[in-house]
């Protein structure tokens, strides 16, 4: 058996476009790099581009809105989810701001340590968009300094300075700016320089928070009536937009060049807001999005790249923010079959057990990094005790762990959608005007009863798997002119919870891998070929076996906690080894 440690293969033509991007100091629009899960796009960027972008005049801010959902992410020993984050608990709004405004400041204060942010700057850049007056005289009366009643907004920023600088602890400054570091080489003057800009960047945080007071009532009842406000959004995004101005006017060739990577970036949108302290996550997920396009559009921004697995960037965002062409599109399906083998052909797989897992699996980096991970840890010789096992064993336990892991509960979350959605028809929140053809899904019962709405969401659910299957899954919505299938509750929950995905270019609408797409719809094998084992392990992929149906089947054949031990064994074999999809 191949024993060779797992690693990190590059890719050069996606590399090299995402380096031509962010060797850029400023750049008109933002980037999105997206593609479905499993396919390497996090490993690319922390494994094979990070360490780069922050090399001599490169500094790289990046932030994972996942990190602190500790029971899937790699930096606390878990893997990523196979489908859409939407299956897990969502991290606290709160969290993701502070994540996000940490970065942007660590960055900020790199950029006044070299010289390239002044205080003049922030003051110019602050009286642009702020009114500065009366929220100056605010901090200065909160620190007990009378000022004058007729003086210029420059004079109440330089006293307000000063006084924060005689207030704060001018070490943790230097601290910040690793002043001490520099030791001798650094005369008083600049040292003060550098001290000053640092307290100027604090003062403009100030001054934000005091306008976010003032619009504190109007934000509490934006909440409460779920209504819309791009003021109240934009006051909830100042601060981290302030710093990415502030970098973007600093950022220069060969000297100082800031860049930005927002990873899960569809987090963001669905975190919990616990408090009024800011409007909702979606709309500040819109905003801040709104914002950064707009700063390109019309100043030039320092590159901002959004890593995301989730399929409405790949096409709807384009929709929704009013452009084809709002964005740039770097869309990533990994490896095809090709590539694949020259990679894992015999480092990690002999050539029978590539032809094996290319028609079963496909491509698809994570599959491959989790089926090699199964293959070395012999779990399937120790279940099988005395009685030796092939690697078709082996690729039979790892479908079985997609189906009962993976695709069983995101189904279950589907019909959970399916339901809600006879609901919304019922209470009148779907629009008349896509009610009134003839497709069932229109027609949802007018009952509440439960049973009969669980029974009709099924049935819509098979009935749409079944109609992919009969395409072969290839159903271009462009292409074909087939924009209606948006409107279908179940495609619709199928991609929400990360099953299927929408492609942009060639924009097919598709399973998230080849595996997913076995467990949903690979026919049925003879039962006179597979052993008593395979009966168990392999999953019943076909469109009866949706919906819990394999976990019935199981069941009536009397092996389900058989089955339940090889998932779960599965499941750790995998939890050692952490992917970063």
């Given at each position: 058996?191949?024993n060779k440690h797992w690693k990190i293969i590059p890719k050069p033509l996606l590399e090299t476009v995402l380096n031509n991007?962010?060797?850029?100091?400023?750049?008109?629009?933002?980037?999105?790099?997206?593609?479905?899960?499993?396919?390497?796009?996090?490993?690319?960027?922390?494994?094979?581009?990070?360490?780069?972008?922050?090399?001599?005049?490169?500094?790289?801010?990046?932030?994972?809105?996942?990190?602190?959902?500790?029971?899937?992410?790699?930096?606390?020993?878990?893997?990523?989810?196979?489908?859409?984050?939407?299956?897990?608990?969502?991290?606290?709004?709160?969290?993701?701001?502070?994540?996000?405004?940490?970065?942007?400041?660590?960055?900020?204060?790199?950029?006044?340590?070299?010289?390239?942010?002044?205080?003049?700057?922030?003051?110019?850049?602050?009286?642009?968009?702020?009114?500065?007056?009366?929220?100056?005289?605010?901090?200065?009366?909160?620190?007990?300094?009378?000022?004058?009643?007729?003086?210029?907004?420059?004079?109440?920023?330089?006293?307000?300075?000063?006084?924060?600088?005689?207030?704060?602890?001018?070490?943790?400054?230097?601290?910040?700016?690793?002043?001490?570091?520099?030791?001798?080489?650094?005369?008083?003057?600049?040292?003060?320089?550098?001290?000053?800009?640092?307290?100027?960047?604090?003062?403009?945080?100030?001054?934000?928070?005091?306008?976010?007071?003032?619009?504190?009532?109007?934000?509490?009842?934006?909440?409460?009536?779920?209504?819309?406000?791009?003021?109240?959004?934009?006051?909830?995004?100042?601060?981290?937009?302030?710093?990415?101005?502030?970098?973007?006017?600093?950022?220069?060739?060969?000297?100082?060049?800031?860049?930005?990577?927002?990873?899960?970036?569809?987090?963001?949108?669905?975190?919990?807001?616990?408090?009024?302290?800011?409007?909702?996550?979606?709309?500040?997920?819109?905003?801040?999005?709104?914002?950064?396009?707009?700063?390109?559009?019309?100043?030039?921004?320092?590159?901002?790249?959004?890593?995301?697995?989730?399929?409405?960037?790949?096409?709807?965002?384009?929709?929704?923010?009013?452009?084809?062409?709002?964005?740039?599109?770097?869309?990533?399906?990994?490896?095809?079959?090709?590539?694949?083998?020259?990679?894992?052909?015999?480092?990690?797989?002999?050539?029978?057990?590539?032809?094996?897992?290319?028609?079963?699996?496909?491509?698809?980096?994570?599959?491959?990094?989790?089926?090699?991970?199964?293959?070395?840890?012999?779990?399937?010789?120790?279940?099988?005790?005395?009685?030796?096992?092939?690697?078709?064993?082996?690729?039979?336990?790892?479908?079985?762990?997609?189906?009962?892991?993976?695709?069983?509960?995101?189904?279950?979350?589907?019909?959970?959608?399916?339901?809600?959605?006879?609901?919304?028809?019922?209470?009148?929140?779907?629009?008349?005007?896509?009610?009134?053809?003839?497709?069932?899904?229109?027609?949802?019962?007018?009952?509440?009863?439960?049973?009969?709405?669980?029974?009709?969401?099924?049935?819509?659910?098979?009935?749409?798997?079944?109609?992919?299957?009969?395409?072969?899954?290839?159903?271009?919505?462009?292409?074909?002119?087939?924009?209606?299938?948006?409107?279908?509750?179940?495609?619709?929950?199928?991609?929400?919870?990360?099953?299927?995905?929408?492609?942009?270019?060639?924009?097919?609408?598709?399973?998230?891998?080849?595996?997913?797409?076995?467990?949903?719809?690979?026919?049925?094998?003879?039962?006179?070929?597979?052993?008593?084992?395979?009966?168990?392990?392999?999953?019943?992929?076909?469109?009866?076996?949706?919906?819990?149906?394999?976990?019935?089947?199981?069941?009536?054949?009397?092996?389900?906690?058989?089955?339940?031990?090889?998932?779960?064994?599965?499941?750790?074999?995998?939890?050692?080894?952490?992917?970063?999809?």
């Amino acid at each position: 058996m191949v024993n060779k440690h797992w690693k990190i293969i590059p890719k050069p033509l996606l590399e090299t476009v995402l380096n031509n991007h962010v060797q850029r100091h400023r750049v008109p629009q933002p980037l999105i790099l997206h593609g479905p899960r499993g396919v390497g796009k996090t490993t690319l960027i922390l494994n094979r581009l990070l360490g780069d972008w922050n090399k001599g005049p490169h500094l790289a801010g990046y932030v994972d809105f996942a990190q602190s959902i500790t029971e899937h992410h790699p930096d606390h020993h878990q893997s990523y989810p196979w489908t859409s984050w939407t299956s897990v608990d969502p991290p606290l709004l709160s969290n993701c701001k502070t994540q996000l405004e940490n970065c942007l400041e660590s960055m900020s204060h790199k950029a006044i340590k070299l010289g390239s942010i002044s205080s003049q700057q922030i003051f110019t850049t602050m009286n642009k968009w702020y009114g500065l007056n009366i929220a100056l005289r605010r901090i200065l009366q909160g620190y007990n300094i009378a000022v004058p009643e007729k003086v210029s907004v420059s004079f109440l920023w330089e006293r307000a300075v000063y006084a924060l600088s005689v207030r704060q602890n001018a070490d943790e400054i230097d601290g910040l700016l690793e002043l001490e570091e520099k030791g001798n080489s650094l005369s008083v003057e600049e040292a003060s320089y550098y001290r000053e800009t640092a307290f100027a960047l604090r003062l403009a945080k100030e001054v934000i928070k005091v306008h976010q007071g003032w619009k504190a009532n109007a934000i509490a009842h934006l909440n409460r009536t779920n209504g819309f406000s791009r003021t109240l959004a934009n006051s909830c995004t100042d601060w981290p937009l302030l710093m990415l101005e502030l970098l973007s006017q600093a950022a220069e060739i060969g000297f100082f060049q800031p860049k930005l990577v927002l990873n899960n970036i569809e987090i963001l949108k669905r975190a919990i807001q616990t408090d009024d302290s800011t409007v909702s996550a979606s709309m500040y997920h819109d905003n801040l999005i709104w914002r950064i396009i707009a700063l390109g559009a019309n100043e030039r921004c320092l590159p901002v790249l959004f890593v995301t697995s989730d399929s409405y960037y790949s096409y709807q965002a384009f929709v929704d923010y009013g452009f084809p062409d709002i964005f740039i599109s770097r869309e990533t399906f990994g490896w095809n079959p090709q590539e694949a083998k020259l990679h894992m052909v015999p480092d990690y797989f002999s050539a029978s057990e590539w032809t094996i897992i290319a028609d079963v699996l496909g491509a698809n980096s994570r599959h491959l990094f989790e089926l090699y991970a199964l293959k070395q840890s012999n779990h399937y010789q120790s279940l099988m005790g005395s009685k030796a096992g092939t690697f078709e064993d082996i690729v039979d336990a790892y479908l079985a762990y997609l189906q009962v892991a993976v695709v069983n509960p995101a189904m279950d979350k589907a019909l959970l959608r399916l339901q809600r959605y006879a609901t919304d028809v019922r209470k009148g929140s779907i629009p008349y005007e896509k009610l009134r053809f003839g497709a069932s899904w229109r027609h949802p019962p007018q009952t509440e009863d439960p049973t009969q709405n669980s029974e009709w969401a099924k049935i819509q659910l098979m009935d749409f798997v079944q109609a992919l299957v009969n395409t072969e899954f290839a159903v271009n919505y462009l292409g074909d002119y087939s924009l209606e299938i948006f409107e279908d509750p179940s495609a619709m929950a199928l991609v929400e919870v990360g099953i299927l995905y929408t492609q942009r270019d060639p924009s097919f609408f598709r399973p998230i891998s080849q595996g997913i797409k076995r467990c949903l719809a690979h026919p049925r094998a003879d039962a006179d070929e597979l052993l008593e084992l395979n009966k168990i392990l392999v999953a019943e992929n076909h469109p009866g076996s949706l919906l819990q149906a394999f976990n019935a089947w199981l069941q009536n054949i009397g092996s389900f906690t058989q089955v339940e031990t090889i998932t779960r064994s599965v499941s750790s074999s995998l939890a050692s080894h952490c992917f970063r999809g």
